[in-house]
């Protein structure tokens, strides 16, 4: 089972590609993103990356957690689940109102 992490902190030129190099040092990964802005295109500044298993997923926090990549020490921590409750525009159960 695929273990899926959350990376922050990196560098604007810091490609998909790249990350999933970094990662596949440590183990077999099944993909690996960089989320971009969608009006500018440009780097959010953070990603995702699956791991294809549990101790291997491990073994990346342990090892790359504060890793320089590009001149930038990256977080590396497993991913928390999506909130489906209401954001600030929501009322908690997942309807918007305009009003």
């Known amino acids: 089972m695929s273990k899926k992490l959350h990376v922050g ?3 604007f030129d810091v490609t998909s ?3 999933q190099d970094v990662f596949t040092s440590i183990g077999p990964c099944d993909s690996a993103t960089v989320l971009m802005d969608r009006t500018t295109g440009q780097s959010r500044g953070f990603g995702f990356v699956e791991m294809t298993s549990n101790s291997d ?3 990346a926090v342990q090892q790359l957690d504060g890793k320089e990549i590009k001149g930038r020490a990256i977080k590396v921590s497993e991913a928390r689940e999506r909130s489906t409750a209401g954001g600030a525009s ?7 109102n305009r009003w």
């Open 9 to 11: 902190n990196l560098g």
């Open 17 to 19: 590609q790249e990350l």
């Open 57 to 59: 997923a491990q073994k």
């Open 90 to 96: 929501g009322d908690g159960r997942g309807t918007y």
